[in-house]
């Protein structure tokens, strides 16, 4: 026998959307604090102070792009998972193209390392990757009762 549980008990259990939201803000910003933490030792002692800037840089563009490709994600939230999709493969696209500008811009008007501004780039995109996910489950689950069946029937 399953249970069934009312939506409005679902969404008692769960954040509110703002709280959703601010929880995601401190779980970006926290992992970036601690990629940078664990990363500054070896990072300076393998490439310098000017590797340790790249770090900074790389991790800073991920970040910035982690937080604008929330924005879709966050507009579409309630709508069920068919009609979310598009806002979230937008999401990872637009996630994408910040980190990667922001981080050749980086290289090419700063003139840091391109090494290590790519390889920070790459593991923090990797890490705040989850993040993002968790604010996509989220903002999907919200879905108001039968929206994914009326999507299924049109």
């Known amino acids: 026998m399953q249970t069934v549980?009312?939506?409005?008990?679902?969404?008692?259990?769960?954040?509110?959307?703002t709280k959703q939201y601010g929880i995601y803000l401190a779980l970006a910003v926290g992992s970036f604090?601690?990629?940078?933490?664990?990363?500054?030792?070896p990072t300076r002692r393998l490439g310098g102070a000017d590797a340790t800037l790249a770090?900074?840089?790389g991790c800073g563009a991920s970040l910035a792009g982690?937080?604008?490709g929330s924005i879709p994600i966050w507009l579409a939230r309630g709508v069920g998972l068919p009609a979310a999709l598009p806002a979230v493969?937008?999401?990872?696209?637009?996630?994408?193209?910040v980190s990667i500008g922001l981080?050749?811009?980086?290289?090419?008007?700063?003139?840091?390392?391109?090494?290590p501004t790519l390889l920070w780039l790459a593991i923090s995109h990797a890490v705040l990757l989850?993040?993002?996910v968790w604010l996509a489950i989220g903002a999907v689950r919200e879905a108001p009762a039968g929206a994914t069946d009326q999507v299924r029937a049109s």
Request: proline share 4%.
């Open 103 to 115: 981080g050749v811009a980086f290289v090419a008007v700063l003139g840091l390392a391109v090494t």
């Open 33 to 41: 604090v601690l990629l940078l933490a664990v990363g500054l030792w």
């Open 66 to 68: 982690s937080l604008l």
């Open 55 to 57: 770090m900074v840089a």
């Open 5 to 17: 549980v009312e939506p409005q008990q679902a969404a008692g259990r769960r954040p509110s959307a």
């Open 89 to 97: 493969l937008g999401s990872l696209g637009l996630r994408m193209a």
């Open 130 to 132: 989850f993040s993002d």
